[in-house]
């Protein structure tokens, strides 16, 4: 399966990367932001993409309405640091299939994407 | 106002370092910064507040801190560039997780990052900025908040 990782912060980026290690993961791709995330989901069309939101150039909400008028089956996993209850409605109503509240741990990564594919 | 603002970052970074240093952070007294006060560690990350409020929240702390840190989030070669993005994504997470109180409307920018001092603070207009010392690990940083409630948006 293949992942495409989209956040604006390195640290994340390799701290999702690394939480990867017992998951069907086997190829993954990264992001820093919305707009490269829409290039790389057509370029690559990973089977999950994790989504981050607050980012330069495009935000993950956007992006993530884009992805889903390319595919809406496209399977998205928001992980954010905004805590509201608010935005994790709405990154759901716009059709990401979990949200996970940054700060991450590796349990709570490989948690998160292990419930989205079972759905 | 100011004491609400205060303790909601400090839950924040409390619950920060508790979940990626599995340890605890104790906080200081927060203090109000002194005109021309120099407050930069080695690095420092700056987030702008918009929407139900303005201002800004600022991370700083030293290197020696970020290298003891680093490693309990995977990075085994800590360097500068590495510290440089952990100020930057602890400053977010502290400011992202503080609208679970602050609602939706407490918008954040993405981070700015300094390396070395001196670092100005911008404050709020009318507004004054306080200095939330953090200790872990017997390293010391700093969370400073200077922010205010936009009353055109309330």
Redesign the interface.
Known sequence: MKLLIVDDSLIMRRAIERSLARTRFKEVRTATNGRLAVEMFDRYQPDVVTMDITMPDMDGLTAVDLILKRNPKAVILVVSALADKATAVEAIKRGAQGFLLKPITAEAVQTALDDILSD | MEETILKIFARSIT??FA??AGGEAVLGTPYLSAENESVALDFSAVIGITGSHRGNIYYTAPREKLHALLPL???VTPDD??CA??V??IT?????????E???G?M???PFVLEGGPLTVHTAKDSTCYILPVTWNHHRSRVLVSIQQNLATS
């Open positions: 619950r920060y979940m990626v989030i995977g990075e560039r590495l993005e952990l930057g994504e977010n997470t502290i400011s992202g997780n503080a609208r679970e602050l609602g939706g407490f954040i920018s993405t």
